[in-house]
């Protein structure tokens, strides 16, 4: 059974970080892409960013210099460092996990979620 938790979530004022942890069981951890997602209040679900399982990895363009995505193999997990938060990063952070050789920005591309961790920055 696959599973999915995230941590780190919180609130923090505008300039702040956290630091987003995601733990992954029940199948092959190290062979598959993993991103993290957000979504708003009123929003659709936007891609963040992915990591594939060479560690390569993409950013959206709002988070790019300010969000490190990385990945631990040997423990099956999964991070997302962000710096200088901003009010518009407020919302649910969520991972995920491709299972079918696909990676990218899309949730459509996506097998396995997380419940997700609130987010929020205020100004």
């Known amino acids: 059974q696959v599973q999915l938790v995230e941590s780190g979530g919180g609130s923090v004022q505008a300039g702040g970080s956290l630091r987003l942890s995601c733990a992954a069981s029940?199948?092959?951890?190290?062979?598959?892409?993993m991103g993290w997602f957000r979504q708003a209040p009123g929003r659709e679900r936007e891609g963040v960013a992915h990591?594939?399982?060479?560690?390569?990895?993409i950013y959206g363009d709002s988070v790019k210099g300010r969000f490190f995505i990385s990945r631990d193999n040997a423990k099956n997990a999964l991070y997302l460092l962000m710096i200088s938060l901003k009010p518009e990063d407020t919302g649910m952070y969520y991972c995920?996990?491709?299972?079918?050789?696909?990676?990218?920005?899309?949730?459509?591309?996506?097998?396995?979620w997380g419940q997700g961790t609130q987010v929020t920055v205020s100004s």
């Open positions: 029940g199948y092959q951890y190290s062979s598959y892409c």
């Open positions: 995920a996990a491709s299972i079918t050789g696909m990676c990218g920005s899309r949730p459509e591309s996506y097998t396995y």
């Open positions: 990591i594939d399982v060479y560690h390569g990895t």
